[in-house]
């Protein structure tokens, strides 16, 4: 009787304590909390609240009756799409020109990083994080008119090419052409984003491993090989999962100012189509059933790729 009377005594005295020190602990850190508040409710009302919306891509919404007054339909709109020509064609060239975003794009940063993180000179590195981070504050909008001004038939590029001789190349009306200069734009407006993280995940990387290295007789592209790059392996790994997680999804500002009617059999992705077919025609029931298609499609490659980062060793993302 003793021992259990004993036993409820401490167990009361640590639950005192606890209060105790949760009472202190909200006393001296009650103002974060209070920091968090209007973060809190910014997400809730235009984030989570707003998913709400989703049940509109099982009805046939009415705008005057509202998402909840409209009748369910079921997954009539998810068929109509998959049933649909144009919608595959959206896809595919979703597909291509994000996959070739990622083979483009992806490794630049990696290599400008590394070779700014092995020059000596500041001013150089400073001077070309500038250069090449300012793109990232455009718009494509300017992007597409600056495209434009250089590309089209009577653009710089071209009047260099009549200057010397050439005939005048088409670069925004072929369709692979298109291609290349999409992706080439699109390198050259992230390529800085990309930078700024690699070299600040670099910054991180152990000096000490590289001199061992090169005391032990490795030349500089052994020691970028076998020593920096793996301090910064968890970096690329995340920033790859991420990239692999969005190759369904695509933005609409981009390929709709930089798209013209010659190119429409590639230009023409779901972002594009949601917009013709589902807005345009007032039929956001449609649109969101698209853009549903497209959220849990890019959360099932994430998760995949996710497992397969593990699998490899590495950390991930969840």
Known sequence: MREKSDTAIQKNIGKKKKKVAAK??????????????????????????????????????????????????????????????????????????????IIISFPIPIILALFLYELNSKVIKKSTQVILYLPYFFSWVIIAGIVNQLCSNGGMINNIITAFGGKSINFLTVPWMWQAVYWISGLWQGAGYGLIIYLAALSGADPSLGEAAYIDGAGRFKRIWYVTIPQIKGTISVMLIMKLGQVVSIGFDRPYMMSNTLVKSVSDVISTYVYSVGLQSARFDFATAVGLFQSVVGVLLLLIVNAMAKKFGEEGVI
């Open 24 to 101: 202190i602990y909200i006393r001296n850190n009650y103002q974060l909390y209070m920091m968090l508040v209007l973060p809190v409710i910014y997400l809730i009302l235009f984030k989570y609240k707003p998913m709400i919306g989703v049940v509109a891509a099982f009805k046939n919404y009415n705008v005057f009756r509202g998402v909840w007054g409209s009748p369910w339909t079921g997954l009539s709109h998810f068929k109509e799409a998959f049933a649909s020509n144009d919608f595959w064609m959206a896809l595919k060239n979703t597909l291509i020109l994000n996959v070739g975003d």
